[in-house]
């Protein structure tokens, strides 16, 4: 089964993802902007210092000689130059510049780039696409003034601009044609894409940082709002029979939790109520059961000493007495069992010499079953602190079941292990196989410990007992800070009781 990652980093996650998405997105968007921004304005700055080339060129009808003139090289290249200040900010941005007449001879062109050659290529294809300028429209004067005024405006073309990649660098290309020339300016992008790359490194480094930010946010935020739901885990675990008065305030929590806190405490309440009443009820019940069955057995027992030896009446007395003796034993282990339920089972703490105590039961098995074999492991002097009854009642109950469920001509081996704070107490058993579910689909091996549970019909029909052995046992040595677990494997079933070296519970006679 896939384990997911918690709600908690799950929020994290997408709140990052979804901060992600839209700040990179964000800087996307920006950084196009800016750059188109950059070259609207450089496409503006090359549009002024077209048209500023105007009064440069001859005016149209002029003599090439007097073009010539007009059109020195020196003009040109103080003009270039001009440009490249113009453009540049700390540095010289590199220029190239391509002047043709109208006939498309060349009057100027940048020489001083490594590239101009490719340069000027392209500036002559742009200039190519542009169709000619219309010739300047102006009105016939006088016949007495043919030769004289200002020559008529130039009205060039709509300026055309492109970017073009050459081998080393970008160039932003801005031509236009003029009724009597041609120009065509291209001014290098360098300048442009560094400051593009430095806005590009900071979107890189502070996206970057802002989702870092947003994730650690997002799980902070995500802590406090689930800190309601972590409240009522930490009370759900501590719900067993000691903490079912355990409740949730309510005066601090959020708004969206306070119906769920609120049914959860009701049911609390209700569960509590249950359990109180069901073990007051069974304690009532075995306390009330407990003086009559005294006073039958007795008079059962005395009784008995007054027929006759051997008679039928006398056998039938001592059916009764028995069934008697079975119920008083039931009905002081259901005492024991409610007040444990209840969590005041009281212990009486003493020494405990458990390797005396284990030579004890081992003399009780060699008289009941005689025909097991049996393998012991346990040293001399385990000593703790303990109820001696209540644990003399544990061991009682696991020799009594690893006699009952052994194989015919079976074995038992007792073995301990000793710490400095436990002692591990085993007691295996050669039986048949414990199945892992029963019929109804529960473990089986779970369910051992359950009152009134005695497992396969099958196998423990002709097995006396009431199923209250083993979780007696088990809520004994609970009461006294251990636990009895079960090890089931192939061939055998081991119980092993945990308890502590030094005493636990308090001190106080058995109600």
């Known amino acids: 089964m896939i384990k997911l990652p918690s709600f908690r980093l799950r929020i994290a996650l997408l709140s990052a993802a979804l901060a992600g998405t839209t700040l990179v997105g964000f800087g996307a968007v920006s950084w196009f902007q800016i750059y188109n921004a950059k070259i609207s304005r450089l496409d503006a700055e090359l549009l002024n210092h077209l048209m500023r080339a105007t009064p440069k060129l001859p005016p149209r009808g002029e003599p090439p000689e007097n073009q010539g003139k007009e059109s020195r090289p020196s003009r040109w290249q103080f003009y270039e130059d001009s ?6 900010t700390n540095t010289k941005t590199p220029i190239a510049i391509l002047v043709l007449d109208a006939n498309g001879n060349i009057l100027y062109q940048s020489n001083s780039l490594p590239a101009d050659v490719e340069v000027n290529r392209l500036l002559l294809e742009l200039l190519q696409l542009i169709p000619l300028a219309p010739p300047p429209q102006r009105e016939s004067p006088p016949p007495s003034n043919r030769n004289v005024g200002p020559p008529p405006f130039l009205r ?6 492109v970017t073009e990649q050459t081998a080393k660098a970008a160039w932003r290309i801005g031509a236009t044609k003029f009724p009597n020339a041609q120009v065509g300016i291209a001014v290098n992008l360098q300048a442009v894409d560094q400051e593009m790359a430095i806005i590009q490194n900071i979107f890189l480094v502070s996206i970057p940082g802002s989702l870092l930010l947003v994730a650690v946010g997002a799980w902070l935020v995500s802590g406090g709002a689930l800190r309601p739901i972590h409240q009522l885990t930490g009370v759900i675990q501590q719900v067993t029979v ?48 407990k003086t009559p069955l005294t006073i039958l057995q007795g008079e059962l027992e005395r009784t008995l000493q007054q027929v006759d030896p051997g008679s039928e009446v006398q056998q039938r007395l001592s059916n009764l007495l028995d069934e008697v003796r079975r119920l008083s034993g039931i009905i002081r282990k259901l005492l024991l069992l409610s007040l444990a339920d209840a969590g005041k089972m009281s212990l009486y703490l003493v020494e405990v010499d458990m ?18 074999t049996v393998q012991t492991d346990f040293a001399d002097g385990l000593r703790l602190q303990g109820d001696r009854d209540l644990l003399i009642q544990v061991l009682q109950n696991l020799f009594s079941n ?7 001509n079976g074995w038992i081996k007792i073995r301990t292990h000793q710490t400095q704070t436990t002692l591990h107490v085993t007691i295996a058993n050669a039986s048949k196989d414990i199945p892992v579910s029963d019929a109804y689909g529960a473990r089986e091996r779970d369910r051992i410990f359950d009152r009134f549970y005695r497992g396969d019909p099958a196998r423990t ?30 061939g055998q079933t081991a119980f092993t009781l945990t308890l502590p070296m030094k005493g636990a519970g308090s001190r106080g006679q058995e109600n």
């Open 83 to 88: 440009l490249s200040d113009a453009f540049g």
């Open 156 to 161: 060039p073309r709509p300026p055309q601009f």
């Open 242 to 289: 000691k903490g079912l008065d355990q409740r949730i305030p309510i005066g601090t929590t959020d708004v969206e939790f306070v119906e769920l806190i609120q049914v959860f405490n009701l049911m609390l309440e209700r569960l509590e109520r249950s359990f109180t009443q069901a073990s007051r009820f069974s304690g009532d019940a075995a306390h009330e059961l």
């Open 355 to 372: 390797s005396e105590l284990l030579k004890e039961m081992l003399e009780d098995v060699e008289m009941l079953a005689p025909h097991l």
């Open 402 to 408: 690893a006699i009952k469920y052994n194989l015919a």
């Open 461 to 490: 029909r002709n097995i006396e007992g009431i199923g209250l052995g083993l979780s007696l046992a088990r809520e004994i040595a609970r009461a006294h800070h251990g636990d009895l677990t079960l090890d089931s494997t192939f």
